[in-house]
């Protein structure tokens, strides 16, 4: 926010709004999965050992699920790392409204009040946030799901429950 109230993009927001769907989903992945690889880090006892197992995006969550993070948000990360993958292996890959529905579908209800959130924080006035492109319902996805992770690191460096 600004001094006048007014709702500022941050950097991660404007790198994906700025990006083409691929670049946006490949840049969004990188940035969720850091903040997933800083919670791990900061469960176990010494991280290089985990690094050594070479652990694709689907088995972090799975750790950081065996470590603590609330279960719940698994299957919403998960589906975000599939995404990724989609668009990884497969060329004609596009966010179809189905895709990212899909992908908003398997979100926690936490998950999907921070993607409304950010949403709401944007300018007015706006359309519903189902009728908006499905490359700006994923940035906004994307946003959610780093926001959570940045929650969930705070809540865990003061010691606090990781729900």
């Given at each position: 926010m600004t001094t006048d109230g007014e709702y500022q993009l941050n950097d991660f927001e404007k790198a994906l709004f700025g990006e083409d769907?691929?670049?946006?989903?490949?840049?969004?992945?990188?940035?969720?999965?850091?903040?997933?690889?800083?919670?791990?880090?900061?469960?176990?006892?010494?991280?290089?050992?985990?690094?050594?197992?070479?652990?694709?995006?689907?088995?972090?969550?799975?750790?950081?699920?065996?470590?603590?993070?609330?279960?719940?948000?698994?299957?919403?990360?998960?589906?975000?790392?599939?995404?990724?993958?989609?668009f990884a292996h497969k060329l004609d890959t596009v966010l179809s409204k189905e895709r990212v529905h899909s992908l908003y579908e398997a979100l926690a209800s936490r998950e999907?009040?921070?993607?409304?959130q950010s949403y709401l924080l944007t300018d007015d006035p706006k359309p519903p946030?189902?009728?908006?492109?499905?490359?700006?319902?994923?940035?906004?996805?994307?946003?959610?799901?780093?926001t959570l992770l940045e929650i969930v690191l705070g809540e865990t460096t003061m010691g606090q429950d990781m729900s």
């Open positions: 769907e691929l670049g946006a989903v490949v840049r969004g992945t990188i940035h969720v999965e850091t903040k997933l690889l800083e919670l791990i880090g900061l469960l176990v006892e010494d991280e290089s050992y985990i690094r050594r197992l070479n652990l694709d995006f689907s088995q972090h969550v799975n750790l950081a699920v065996a470590l603590g993070l609330n279960a719940e948000y698994a299957k919403g990360l998960r589906a975000f790392g599939k995404l990724r993958n989609d999907k009040h921070l993607v409304q946030f189902n009728d908006l492109p499905p490359k700006d319902q994923f940035v906004y996805i994307a946003v959610a799901l780093h």
